[in-house]
């Protein structure tokens, strides 16, 4: 018994340091490595895709630095270590394309401004998709789906979780971790065949699963951001590694079979494959692999791959319309209620993550000029990045109040709010804003003078021509 306790101590301390290392790594690591990796990445002060002239640049510097070419190879070599890894069963190959291709959303938690700088540089493995579009890494948001539901529902109830919602699912997807290492490292300690204990009682993949769960609260966890990587969803990277790993339990499951026989086909009519569910959905879940197999369980390779390739088809097109990408009719806009407008607020207001913010105010936009008052309340915000993407989406209104709050924003503390507010200006087309904008060039901030020089381009007002023509 003396023994057994001892035993049971050492493993337990084995699976907190190994999963303490994976969380530092993962979370702490990029923090610290990217005012280094910074200072060796000579990246070009601008934001991709924002006008003609910061794209001819970024250009230029994928061009010198053959950043195009590195992309595309590694994209290339992560794909052939999950073909080979599925071929010839390597579990371990096949994984690790998984975690390489979620890698650059942890340039999530660095600072650098350029969303190839520092550690920004490992979104070079998605080049080959974002040469396509930036919207196509939004095909795998129906993912995102089950975050804003329980958010929503959560806040019916009166708690908010914007904020801590992203920790408890990080958390629970490493104390999942953390269990199915503890279970998996005393079976190996006991030589059995089939670990059916503890946490593997209620999931066949404890460890995958943790994973899975993990990652998720990953991209949307708090933290500094690059430009132009705001608008780059990690949603499509996720699905694509989950459905992976999720291959990776399958092939695991074959092996099993062959290994332990029927002690593992009697764990497997008993337990679920990742968690549990209720049995309609098992069977819904179920339903392609009934119908094109005529089987329970799957028993080759080819099946599984069909069964993985079938659901992810369905995830992305699921996708395309969940963020609007697909549709079969013209986007005339959102209609949302008083109380729908005060929850997406009150969203916007308690999050830290960009994507739910942008979400909302897009929706908020799409509403029309309902929205205005909804909108103006934001601008008072503490936070600098809702003031700065508020200001952005202002620009879609021609309401002398917006002007009003527009130009006074062009006197914001943050320079960000300032530019933004002189864009919107510029679109909106407001010669009301002129003279501020004139005055704007007398601004410190180098970019300031820029913005408002391309605001006073597009209102096309002589008073900017007799201006420049003075000074």
């Known amino acids: ?142 993912v995102l789906l089950p975050y804003h539901k329980l958010l929503d529902w959560s806040a019916s109830l009166g708690i908010y979780l914007y904020r801590p919602l992203p920790f408890i699912i990080t958390g629970l997807g490493i104390f999942i971790f953390v269990l199915g290492t503890l279970a998996w490292f005393h079976s190996k300690i006991r030589k059995k065949k089939v670990t059916d204990f503890w946490l593997y009682r209620f999931s066949r993949h404890p460890q995958y699963l943790g994973w899975i769960i993990w990652s998720y609260g990953i991209m949307f966890l708090p933290g500094s951001n690059m430009k132009r990587s705001y608008s780059i969803s990690s949603s499509l990277p996720w699905l694509l590694s989950t459905m992976i790993i999720i291959g990776v339990a399958l092939f695991e499951e074959l092996r099993m079979k ?77 209609s949302l209620s008083s109380q729908e407008m005060e929850k997406i607020v009150e969203r916007i207001k308690t999050t830290h993550s960009r994507l739910v913010i942008r979400d909302g105010l897009s929706k908020l936009t799409r509403s029309g000029e309902a929205a205005i008052q909804p909108l103006l309340s934001l601008v008072e915000e503490e936070s600098p990045i809702i003031r700065w993407y508020t200001a952005d989406s202002l620009g879609s209104f021609q309401s002398k109040e917006v002007i009003d709050v527009l130009i006074e924003l062009l006197h914001d503390p943050e320079v960000q709010v300032r530019n933004a507010a002189a864009g919107s200006l510029g679109r909106i087309k407001a010669e009301e804003a002129v003279l501020p904008l004139i005055d704007a060039f007398k601004d410190p901030a180098r970019d300031m003078g820029v913005s408002a020089a391309r605001a006073l381009a597009s209102i096309g007002d002589l008073r900017a021509v007799e201006h420049s023509q003075r000074h």
Do not use: C
């Open 1 to 142: 018994m003396q023994t057994s306790w001892k035993i049971t101590l050492t493993l337990t301390l084995l699976a907190l340091i190994f999963t303490a290392g994976l969380t530092f790594t993962a979370i702490e690591l990029p923090k610290l490595a990217d005012p280094y990796l910074s200072k060796l990445v000579n990246s070009p002060g601008l934001a991709t895709g924002q006008d003609y002239e910061n794209e001819y640049k970024t250009q230029l510097y994928f061009k010198e630095y053959n950043l195009r070419l590195i992309g595309y190879v590694s994209l290339g070599v992560i794909l052939i270590l999950i073909i080979v890894g599925f071929i010839l069963n390597k579990k371990g190959l096949t994984s690790s394309a998984a975690i390489l291709l979620f890698l650059p959303v942890f340039g999530h938690f660095a600072a650098t401004m350029f969303f190839l700088g520092g550690l920004a540089f490992l979104r070079v493995l998605w080049l080959p998709f974002l040469d396509a579009s930036f919207d196509i890494m939004k095909l795998g948001d129906i």
């Open 258 to 334: 062959k290994k332990a026989g029927e002690e593992y086909k009697l764990y497997q009519q008993r337990t679920p494959f990742l968690f549990p569910l209720p049995k309609f959905v098992t069977n819904l879940l179920k339903t392609p692999q009934r119908l094109f197999f005529k089987k329970k369980y799957f028993e080759r390779k080819r099946e599984m791959l069909t069964f993985l390739a079938l659901y992810t088809v369905i995830f992305i097109v699921l996708s395309g319309f969940y963020s609007g990408l697909i549709s079969f009719t013209k986007d005339e806009g959102v």
